[in-house]
C-alpha cells in the first residue's frame, strides 16, 4: 500500500495539530509545547471510493437483536457504583489520576476478585514482573489466573490477547506504550492515540473489558490528546492528595451508567479501603463553637454527602485582598463574596479571604452556595455556627436562596447524622413527602433570612 510521510507538529497539551511550529500554542496557550510528529498517511485511505459500497453492512434498528450488557463485579462495591454496577464486556475504561494516587493497588485489588473464575491479563510498561508480584503479595492476590505480561510494544500485547484471549486486560500505563508503525516516541500525542485505538479494536473484536492507565499533566487533565477521551466507553478520575488518607473516584464519562456517582476509599497500609459512609468519615474531625464552618450537604450521583466548609477572612496587610479557594470554585466563591458585600453590607474588598473544603472533596453542586455563605458571615464577624446546622440552598445575584433538586435525601442523611436544624430554600418544602421528627426544617427565601435564623 502506498504511503507518503508527513510532519506536523502536534500539541502535548490539547492534541492541537498545526504544519508548522511555534512557541506557544494557539489553542491552549501553553509554550513550548509544540513538538514534532511524523506519520505516514496512506493514499489508498485517503480516496472515498477506495472500499465498495456493497461490502458496507447496514441494518435496519428493527432488525438488531437485544442482548442485556453483561457485566464483571470487581468486588470493590465503590468501583462498581462508579462504573453504573460493574465492568461491561466489552468496554474500554480508561483510569486517571496523580503519580502515587493508588491507581495501580486499585487495579491490583481488582484483579483479587476477578481472578476467580475469569483469566486477567496485567499489562504493565513501568514495573518489572517482580515488582508486581510484591505488590500482588501485599494485597493478598494470588491466582494462577492472573498473568503478568512486562511489555511496552502495544502490536505484541494486541497478538496475545487475540491468541489467549483472556476474559479482562489491563494495561498500565498507556504513555508506556508504543506502536512501531509511529515514527515518534513513546507518550506522544501520536503515540498515545494509535495505541488507544489498537488497544480499542482488540478489545472491541473479541469482547474483552479494556482498563487502561492514563497519566495526567501538570494542570491535572488526562496526558494526551483530548481524543483519546472521546474514543473510550468511561472515562474515571482518580482524585485526591496524596497527603490525606481519603481518595475519590469520580467518572467524567461513561457510556454504561451515571457519571455523577463517586467511589471514596481510604488509602491504608494493606491498600485501598471502601469507606461505606464518607460523611461520618469527612466530619470524624471536625472542630466544633469555631466561628467560620458550616455544613453542607450535596448529592454526588444518588449518594447524599455532608461536607465541612471552612472559612478564614482577615485584615488585609496590603493594597489588595488575597483571595483563595480549596475545594470550590474560586469564580463561583467571588460571586457569592460580591452577593454579601452588594446586598448585605459585609466588607469584604478590605479583608483576605480563604476558603477550604475539609477532606479533599470537591463541590461542584449550586447547593453548596448557602453554606459557602453562611461560613463566610460566620468567618468575618468572628461568631460560631451552632454545631447542628446544616444548610443547603443556591444563591442568586439579588441574594434569594433557590431551591434543590432531592431535598428528602438530604435531610434524612442529616438527621441520621445527628443534626437538629436544616435551613433549606422555602421553594423546596412544598418537595417533603414525608415528616422529620428529630430535624427542625427552616426555610428561608434569602440568605438575609438564613443569618437571622442562625446568629
Known sequence: MASKVKTAFICSECGYSSPKWSGQCPSCREWNTMNEEITKISKASANPLSKPIGSLKVLPVTNIDKIDELRYYT???ELDRVLGGGLVKGSVVLLSGDPGIGKSTLLMQACGTLCKDKKV????????????????????????????????????????????????????????????????SAGSVTQVRECTNALLRAGKALDIPVIIV????KDGAIAGPKVMEHIVDAVLYFEGERNYAYRIL????????????????EMGDDGLTEVANPSKALLSERNCNVAGNCIACVMEGSRPVLAEVQSLVAASGYGNARRMATGFDFNRMNLILAVLEKRLGYRFSAMDTYLNIVGGLKLFEPAADLPVALALVSGITDKPMPDDVVAIGEVGLSGEVRAVSRIGARISEAARLGFTKC?????????????????KIIGVRNVYEAIANIF
Open 75 to 77: 468486588g470493590i462495591g
Open 121 to 184: 491479563l496485567y499489562v504493565s510498561g513501568e514495573e518489572s514482573a517482580k515488582q508486581l508480584k510484591l505488590r500482588a503479595e501485599r494485597l493478598c492476590v494470588n491466582s494462577d489466573s492472573l498473568y503478568i505480561m512486562t511489555e511496552t510494544d502495544v502490536e505484541t500485547v494486541c497478538e496475545y490477547i487475540k491468541t489467549e484471549k483472556p476474559d479482562i486486560c489491563m494495561v498500565d500505563s498507556i504513555q508506556t506504550m508504543n506502536h512501531s508503525e509511529v515514527q515518534s
Open 214 to 217: 492514563g497519566h495526567v499533566n
Open 250 to 265: 469520580r467518572a467524567v464519562k461513561n457510556r454504561y451508567g451515571s457519571t455523577n456517582e463517586i467511589g471514596v476509599f
Open 423 to 439: 435551613i433549606v430554600p422555602r421553594s423546596s418544602l412544598k418537595d417533603l413527602k414525608q415528616d422529620y421528627p428529630s430535624m
